[in-house]
């Protein structure tokens, strides 16, 4: 799972990454509502290709699909002012503690 936060911009993406379990992936991302202004599904290519965008697009989820080299945005995610803004904070406490005690990977 990857969670970003733009302190410029002061927006959150969240995106959570399945090679087959797409169903919970998508159960995972509404959860990622509550602390990022943008929530991602992303799967492999091949299985993102059979899924229908409008289970996605209902729920305001973006959809990507991701090759060895490449990650391509099939869906837009909506901002759906969902986020609690107490969540997000404690978010961002433990990504900035995590950060202090080990090392980042990129």
Same mark, same amino acid.
């Given at each position: 799972?990857?969670?970003?936060?733009?302190?410029?911009?002061?927006?959150?993406?969240?995106?959570? $990454?399945?090679?087959?379990?797409?169903?919970?992936?998508?159960?995972?991302?509404?959860?990622?509502?509550?602390?990022?202004?943008?929530?991602?599904?992303?799967?492999?290519?091949?299985?993102?290709?059979?899924?229908?965008?409008?289970?996605?697009?209902?729920?305001?989820?973006?959809?990507?699909? $991701?090759?060895?080299?490449?990650?391509?945005? $099939?869906?837009?995610?909506?901002?759906?002012? $969902?986020?609690?803004?107490?969540?997000?904070?404690?978010?961002?406490?433990?990504?900035?503690?995590?950060?202090?005690?080990?090392?980042?990977?990129?």
């Amino acid at each position: 799972d990857i969670y970003g936060y733009s302190t410029r911009r002061r927006r959150a993406v969240a995106i959570e $990454l399945k090679l087959e379990k797409w169903r919970r992936a998508i159960v995972q991302a509404l959860q990622y509502q509550l602390c990022a202004d943008f929530a991602y599904v992303a799967l492999p290519a091949s299985v993102a290709a059979r899924m229908d965008k409008a289970t996605f697009a209902e729920h305001g989820l973006g959809l990507l699909a $991701l090759t060895r080299y490449a990650c391509t945005e $099939l869906l837009a995610p909506k901002s759906l002012d $969902l986020v609690r803004v107490d969540y997000r904070d404690e978010m961002l406490a433990q990504l900035k503690a995590r950060r202090k005690n080990e090392p980042c990977i990129a």
